[in-house]
């Protein structure tokens, strides 16, 4: 009988820090829930499903609502590298998971793709779930938060930290029956690998907003085919508003390092980002990645270049980019084949190289194959030439204090002037 009808209390401590409690374990509670119900877990450190289960706190039934009480950290769901999963939503919808620690899970299984790798928090199938405010952090092998062929799930004001392993990213979104998930909100820092890792093949309409990602080992943002083909891409989704930084340090040997990665994908979205002080690049799109959008982002201070396009990367728009003080280039243009991108009413200033580079072949802009139009470059310090190739861009060095005016200002007026 619980507590108050509809509402399961949980407390594994002797004596109970929450008075009269139904249950000792969260995966007691989770087996006597009906649809509908409640479970709050009062604070304590909770030790679930020891190994060889899979995972600590398996959720199979629908429409619950399970809470931590207390304080931040108050709650913890505590795992070690035998086991694979923390909190197991699978096949679930209306699930709530709020406001728990959850670490040291997330031993992988046998095989190498993404269903192999355990993580502390998991949804596999189902949808419309919600993962908010929860911690998660310290799984030596495995991710933090992983949504594996589920759609229109809210992951959301989480912390994931931390989690060491060489493939370890702070939230996992993989699966091509994964649809309409929405990743926003969340601090994602001190990982392995990547910060948010968008894994194709994967359903299309995702989004990641709003997001701070900084220091992890790797990339800060990664939208991927794990096919090496652009049918196994992570197609359409919206990569806006996030704020990524000091990712790929310190620098690993032979490795591609840095912000927001777009790799043999399409109509891809990234916009309205700060990507800065990475190490390598800002943004870059690389392997085949096609017919993306890359706009009125800030890119400041990478240690190669603001913007890179490298190895057969085609009909993209890059435009109204605000790209300054790059260590090599402002946008560069790595390979001969790459054509067709439209480069467009970007402002670049203070690169150290050049501010607009282009090594490919072609009929566009000055012998390139690409198109080259109204950008905007100035560089003053230190002095020198603008561009590799003369006609990439305008040099505005008169204009220097009204082009580094607040960025939105700049931006807005640029797209004012493109399109009056």
């Known amino acids: 009988m619980s507590a108050v009808a509809g ?40 030790v679930e499903n020891p190994p060889p289960a899979p995972a600590a706190v398996l959720i199979t039934k629908s429409d619950l609502r399970i809470e931590a009480q207390g304080a931040p950290g108050d709650v913890v769901l505590q795992g070690t590298p035998a086991q694979l999963v923390g909190f197991h939503l699978l096949n679930t919808t209306d699930v709530l998971v ?24 998991r949804i596999d199938g189902g949808g419309g779930n919600t993962i908010r405010t929860n911690v998660t952090k310290d799984s030596l092998l495995g991710d933090g938060i992983q949504v594996v062929n589920s759609s229109a799930n809210v992951v959301e004001q989480n912390t994931a930290s931390d989690n060491l392993g060489p493939n370890s990213d702070g939230i996992q979104l993989s699966g091509e029956f994964s649809f309409n998930n929405i990743i926003r909100h969340n601090e994602t820092f001190g990982n392995g690998q990547i910060g948010i890792n968008i894994f194709g093949p994967l359903g299309t309409g995702n989004v990641v907003f709003g997001n701070g990602v900084h220091d992890n080992r790797r990339i800060g943002i990664r939208n991927v085919s794990s096919t090496g083909t652009l049918a196994g891409g992570a197609h359409g989704t919206v990569i806006e ?114 501010d607009a580079h282009d090594d490919s072949v072609g009929p566009g802009t000055a012998g390139t194959a690409n198109f080259w139009i109204n950008n905007k470059c100035g560089r003053d310090d230190p002095p020198g030439q603008n561009e590799n190739r003369p006609g990439l861009c305008k040099n505005h060095s008169a204009d220097r204090l009204w082009l580094m005016r607040t960025p939105s200002a700049v931006l807005t007026a640029t797209l004012t002037a493109r399109t009056a």
């Open 241 to 354: 508003n996030n704020y990524v930084f000091a990712n790929g340090l310190p620098p690993i040997p032979n490795a591609i390092t840095g912000g927001i990665l777009v790799g043999l994908s399409q109509d891809v979205v990234v916009r309205n980002n700060r990507s800065e002080t990475n190490n390598q690049y800002g943004i870059r799109l690389q392997n085949g990645a096609v017919s993306n959008l890359i706009e009125k982002n800030q890119v400041f201070q990478n240690t190669q270049d603001g913007i890179q396009l490298q190895t057969n990367v085609d009909a993209n728009i890059v435009q109204l980019n605000l790209v300054r003080q790059n260590v090599r280039d402002g946008i560069r243009v790595f390979d001969t084949a790459s054509a067709e991108n439209t480069i467009e009413g970007n402002v670049l200033l203070d690169n150290a190289e050049h």
């Open 98 to 121: 709020q406001g728990f620690t959850v670490q040291g899970f997330g031993t992988p299984l046998a095989g190498t793709n993404f269903s192999s790798q355990g993580g502390n928090i």
């Open 7 to 46: 509402t399961l209390v949980v407390d594994s401590n002797v004596p109970p820090n929450c008075p009269k409690p139904d249950f000792i374990s969260i995966q007691l509670a989770v087996a006597a829930a009906m649809p509908g119900d409640k479970i709050l877990v009062c604070p304590g450190v909770y």
